[in-house]
């Protein structure tokens, strides 16, 4: 009888830890956008974009700061960056 009712006792402390466990990761799933209609060559579309774009911005950084680091060194050759 002991070993009956300590087995439904495990078993039901199983099922209410499985049921949380369940629901945090719904919980997480819809918090963080992870739920979606869309298909995954959708997604892998947008994200193909998006990933572009920062390519493209992050290279357009760059090229500017070549630029005025080139241009402070055409000041420190010519002598007018330490003339302060």
Request: with cysteine; glycine share 4%; proline share 1%.
């Amino acid at each position: 009888m002991v070993s009956r009712l300590a087995y439904y006792l495990l078993f039901a402390s199983f099922l209410f830890v499985f049921s949380s466990c369940t629901v945090k990761r719904k919980e997480y799933i819809e918090r963080n956008g992870l739920h979606s209609d869309q298909k995954p060559s959708e997604m892998a579309k947008e994200i193909g974009a998006q990933t572009k774009k920062q390519n493209r911005a992050y290279k357009k950084e760059q090229r500017k700061a070549a630029k005025a680091i080139k241009k402070r060194n055409k000041k420190r050759i010519k002598g007018e960056y330490f003339s302060k």
